[in-house]
């Protein structure tokens, strides 16, 4: 077997050495207890949106789901297997979480393939099948006349947002603690070269940016 990549352990060295000592008492008692963090994340796979970064949260805080282009299903209680309405149905149900948030970001690869079927991914591909689970039947995605490429794919991975948050009421465990106020649904964006985090205001479904919000505080 081929060795255990170094910079992987080497990292590990630093976690027992740095972030270990100062949380190993939460981890103890995580271990104790269970985790029953507050929070649920549904994010991307992007190697550049760790949620645990961005939200500087610790062991126990976020319950994460990460998939290409943070995508949720609609609720379709068949014979199929579906990874993310069973991990929805654990913090919901289980955890009982009092927030989802569904965190988009710039430059994503899922909605790229998705908007310009090229190679190396085509629709045929898992991609291409895992993507169509953001159009609803009928639905055209298209690129409007003036619309740079940039304003395209920054509209469509802001859209994905929506449509999650739009499947994630289809759920009836989701929908029946959302109606009595019980969990909130909340969405998010990342823009990965600044670092900047902007967040959906649901009555305009506009993303606002937090460091403004900040600033004007
Ligand atoms: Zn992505």
């Known amino acids: 077997m081929a060795p255990f990549p170094q910079h992987l352990l080497d990292g590990y060295r630093t976690f027992t050495t740095q972030r270990l000592p100062t949380e190993q008492s939460r981890y103890r008692e995580l271990s104790e207890r269970g985790q029953s963090p507050a929070v649920m994340v549904i994010g991307c796979c992007d190697s550049r949106v760790s949620p645990e970064v961005i939200f500087d949260a610790g062991p126990g805080e976020l319950f994460v789901v990460r998939n290409v282009a943070n995508l949720v299903p609609v609720y379709q209680p068949d014979s199929g297997t579906h990874g ?26 899922g909605i790229r393939a998705f908007i ?61 603690p959302v109606d009595a106020g019980a969990l909130l649904l909340h969405g998010a964006y990342f823009g990965v070269a600044e670092g900047s985090l902007f967040v959906l205001d649901k009555a305009s479904k506009e993303f606002r940016s937090v460091r403004d919000a900040q600033a004007g505080e």
Not at 160 to 170: F, Q
């Open 84 to 109: 993310v309405s069973a991990a929805l149905e654990y913090a919901v149900n289980v955890l009982k979480v009092k927030h989802i948030v569904v965190l988009g970001h710039a430059q994503c690869g």
């Open 116 to 176: 310009d079927k090229i190679q190396p991914l085509s629709p045929g591909d898992f991609i291409g099948k895992w993507m169509q689970m953001f159009v609803k039947p009928g639905e055209v995605v298209e690129q409007r006349e003036h619309e740079t490429m940039q304003d395209f794919t920054t509209r469509i991975e802001k859209a994905a947002v929506l449509r999650s948050l739009e499947n994630l009421m289809t759920f009836p465990f989701v929908s029946a």
